[in-house]
């Protein structure tokens, strides 16, 4: 068990005062905090924060010969929900966890999909369950495509890639065939951005 900490803080921006905090669980991907607040109200409480670096989602998008516009995305096995998913690809540095995102985005772009990106576009920023957690993600749209082999981990063996027609991406996404929050935000970030 690890120790508490006293951390009597000043109010946050939501009005929250961190009374103590303490690490309960820790490996080299998540950390797991567990705060004693107290509420805007006057309340005392528990919170317990999952603290993850920061990821990288891209929406690779190519076209066929005849002009089509695809998209690229993997399939894996998800051990925590026991299923497959359709995504695109995403990943973190765990061991990098100061690298600049844009490098994390071209490296797990090529390691999952094997493709390379002649111009990357960083269009923005989402929260992976901002109720729970401090993971924060960058939403990358890669354009200019070349294909490689890919250079997955160990964990990712069971990947597989495809690249599908936009109008089929789309019609998965309105049957709920893919259910990855973070792929479907990217796509919906693009999408209102014009970018797709």
Same mark, same amino acid.
């Given at each position: 068990?690890?120790?508490?900490? #006293?951390?009597? +803080?000043? /109010? =946050? $921006?939501?009005?929250?005062? @961190? ?6 669980? &820790? ?64 990943? #973190?540095?765990? +061991?990098? /966890? =100061? $690298?600049?995102?844009?490098? @994390? ?6 390691? &999952? ?71 479907? $935000? ?11």
């Amino acid at each position: 068990m690890k120790a508490s900490f #006293m951390t009597k +803080s000043s /109010p =946050d $921006a939501g009005g929250y005062v @961190v009374l103590s905090s303490r690490i309960a669980y &820790e490996n080299p991907w998540t950390r797991l905090r567990e705060d004693i607040i107290r509420r805007p109200d006057g309340k005392d409480g528990l919170y317990g924060v999952v603290e993850r670096g920061q990821f990288v989602v891209i929406l690779p998008l190519g076209q066929t010969e005849d002009g089509k516009p695809t998209i690229t995305l993997v399939n894996q096995y998800r051990y925590p929900i026991g299923k497959r998913l359709w995504e695109l690809p995403m990943g #973190m540095w765990e +061991s990098r /966890p =100061d $690298a600049a995102p844009d490098a @994390v985005a071209a490296g797990e772009l090529k390691e &999952e999909t094997g493709l390379i990106a002649g111009k990357m576009h960083h269009a923005g920023i989402v929260y992976q369950g901002a109720g729970y957690s401090t993971q924060m993600g960058h939403v990358y749209l890669a354009t200019d495509l070349t294909q490689g082999p890919t250079e997955r981990e160990q964990t990712e063996q069971d990947m597989t890639c495809h690249t599908l027609l936009l109008e089929d991406v789309e019609r998965m996404i309105r049957e709920n065939d893919i259910t990855c929050m973070v792929s479907l $935000a990217a796509f919906g970030m693009l999408r209102a951005q014009k970018l797709i």
